[in-house]
Structures are given as C-alpha cells and as structure tokens.
C-alpha cells in the first residue's frame, strides 16, 4: 500500500492542480471520499472528501463549479506539520 500524504483531520495545502485556481487552498481532510472513482485524472489513486474556507473550483461535465467541500485527491496534498495539536496547546498544570 502505498503512504498517504495525510489524514482525516489534518490541514493540508493544495499543492498542484486541474484548476490552477486552487493550488496553494488550504482546507482539512474530513475522511475517505465515498467514491475513489470520483476524479477521471486520479482513477486507482486515494481521494479524500475535504473542505476549504473557501470555494474550490471543480470541472463537472465539462462546466467549472465552484464547491467549498468535495473530493480531493491524495497525490496534489501536502499536510501542513509544525501545527499545535489540542495535548500541547494545553497549559494547564497538573497538582
């Protein structure tokens, strides 16, 4: 099996894509998209169901649509590391 770039719950970075409009989206990883056929160029590669703040541009039938969540896959996604996670952002001290 092949090592994903992220997983459900990370941010990550578009890094490349079909839309150049959308490289350089950041958006969070939400889970595996119910249909790992859902993007032509990517048929038998991991495709994720992500969400961005705001909308990605997706080509659908020939149209450009635009959709703040929809699949995304694997291979155009860096995860954004160095981000604190809820263990270490707590300061509280234990007595």
């Excluded at 950041?26 to 249909?35: C, F, M």
């Excluded at 993007?39 to 992500?50: C, E, M």
Aim: proline residues 7%.
């Amino acid at each position: 099996m092949t090592k994903l770039n992220c997983k459900p719950g990370d941010l990550a970075v578009v890094i490349t894509a079909h839309n150049p409009e959308n490289i350089g989206t950041i958006l969070r990883v939400i889970k595996k998209h119910h249909n790992q056929d859902a993007l032509v160029d990517f048929k038998g590669s991991h495709i994720w169901l992500a969400e961005a703040p705001r909308p990605m541009a997706y080509t659908v039938g020939g149209k450009l649509v635009m959709r703040r969540k929809g699949a995304v896959p694997d291979a155009i996604l860096r995860r954004l590391r160095g981000l604190p996670t809820p263990d270490a952002t707590n300061t509280s001290e234990k007595k």
